[in-house]
């Protein structure tokens, strides 16, 4: 089917990705665009060409073409996203959507009490539900003795779409379900020209506080790296985590 009148919408959308990827402006969340795909999908179609009034005001070499371009109304809708996009909203759904069906490896430092350490291993996110993501990492723990210990975790994330936050449970051995919250996931305000997303949060185990610190790391549309960070106070410990984890190679 002929679309010639969608050509200044192509254009339109070609200059966003050119932009996208020179880094002029934030990347944009795929909700978001998806929203406004469908958005142009449910327009009402209208004729080509309107041939009775174009007709009566051309001549007879004129080329026919109506002047039905909404230039505002595009410029609206966009600056409209972009403000969306800039105030970081939906963040958390698209860092839950770069971590689905993801493998990674890791390196993690342990440095303080009750003892100094070094973790490689490799990390998997698996969908359990649609808003939920099974974490499960294996690795061989060396401490400063050079004693070695094979080392396993599981951890359950779930996305709150109503909130756009990111919470992690524990998860409960025997029915391999979510059980109590270790904490949620609250990100930042991001530098307009920064790559980078970073989060927090909190968690209060008995006596023993940890602050836990994210940092997401996107190429382009691709989240390339993140880091977790814990840092555990408490009567018995008092000692900083830090992981980096980096997509796994086939």
């Not at 020179?22 to 080509?48: A, G, K, T, V, Y």
């Not at 006596?207 to 997401?216: K, P």
């Amino acid at each position: 089917m002929y679309r010639s009148l969608y050509w200044p919408i192509i254009k339109l959308q070609f200059r966003c990705v050119v932009a996208i990827f020179s880094n002029h402006i934030s990347i944009p969340l795929q909700q978001i665009c998806f929203n406004m795909e469908h958005h142009i999908q449910d327009q009402q179609f209208r004729s080509q060409f309107d041939l009775p009034k174009e007709i009566l005001s051309t001549n007879t070499n004129d080329t026919t073409i109506p002047t039905q371009n909404q230039t505002e109304l595009i410029v609206d809708e966009m600056n409209s996203i972009c403000k969306e996009v800039n105030n970081d909203r939906s963040i958390a759904d698209a860092i839950f959507r770069s971590l689905n069906e993801s493998k990674w490896t890791f390196e993690r430092i342990l440095k303080g009490k009750p003892c100094d350490g070094i973790v490689h291993g490799q990390a998997q996110f698996n969908i359990s539900q649609s808003n939920e993501l099974i974490y499960k990492e294996q690795g061989k723990l060396i401490l400063s003795s050079e004693k070695q210990f094979d080392i396993t975790q599981k951890y359950i994330y779930v996305y709150n779409k109503n909130e756009d936050v990111i919470n992690v449970y524990f998860v409960d051995n025997n029915t391999n379900k979510r059980s109590l919250i270790f904490h949620t996931i609250y990100f930042q305000s991001k530098n307009f020209l920064s790559n980078e997303w970073i989060a927090n949060g909190q968690h209060l185990c008995n006596q023993d506080y940890y602050f836990v610190s994210y940092l997401f790391v996107f190429n382009q549309i691709n989240l390339s790296r993140f880091e977790i960070i814990y840092t555990v106070k408490g009567p018995t410990k008092d000692y900083i985590s830090k992981t980096i984890f980096q997509p796994l190679k086939n």
